[in-house]
């Protein structure tokens, strides 16, 4: 079955990120995908806190690399949005459709380059005061998620 809303995090590196993320998940009834190389075991503990009891309540999906991931879910019919800071398009600015995917990268750098480059039309960012490096990426997820669930009239 197909999710209503997909979250991916491409090589999370940080545990508590992703054990919050799991947790918007499992309340937003969103998918959660995590491609590529963790920074940390699933059974870290600090990735279990963050999570807390809800992990019985989110759908995740470890995908071996990003192009597997393509593979798996050609953009022809599985809209993506890749949020960074190296765009002025506003994740506001965008239509989310059911079945979207929400694309983040690691916190200390980002979506790589050649994956911002291939799919530059589907570049967003959150506005933020200048010359500071970027937001927390689980307040990140959240901002974009909420905008999604927003357009899709609330949560499916």
Same mark, same amino acid.
């Given at each position: 079955m197909?999710?209503?809303?997909n979250?991916?995090? /491409? =090589?999370?590196?940080? +545990?508590?990120?992703t054990g919050n993320i799991s947790r918007l998940c499992a309340c937003t009834n969103a $998918?959660?995908?995590?491609?590529g190389r963790l920074g940390f075991s699933i059974?870290?503990?600090?990735?279990?806190?963050?999570?807390?009891?809800?992990?019985?309540k989110v759908e995740i999906e470890?995908?071996?690399?990003?192009?597997? /991931? =393509?593979?798996?879910? +050609?953009?022809?019919?599985?809209?993506?949005?890749?949020?960074?800071?190296?765009?002025?398009? $506003?994740?506001?600015?965008?239509?989310?459709?059911?079945?979207?995917?929400l694309i983040y990268g690691?916190?200390?750098r980002g979506i790589p380059e050649d994956i911002l480059r291939k799919y530059k039309e589907n570049n967003v960012t959150i506005p933020?005061?200048?010359n500071l490096r970027s937001l927390n990426l689980s307040n990140s997820v959240a901002i974009g998620a909420y905008e999604a669930?927003?357009?899709f009239g609330g949560i499916k």
């Open positions: 197909k999710s209503y809303l979250i991916v995090l /491409f =090589e999370p590196e940080i +545990p508590q990120n $998918k959660l995908f995590l491609v059974t870290d503990k600090n990735l279990k806190r963050s999570g807390l009891d809800y992990w019985d470890h995908i071996i690399d990003f192009d597997e /991931f =393509e593979k798996m879910f +050609p953009i022809e019919n599985n809209p993506y949005y890749l949020f960074t800071t190296k765009t002025d398009k $506003k994740y506001t600015d965008v239509e989310y459709k059911e079945g979207s995917f690691p916190e200390t933020m005061k200048k669930i927003r357009q």
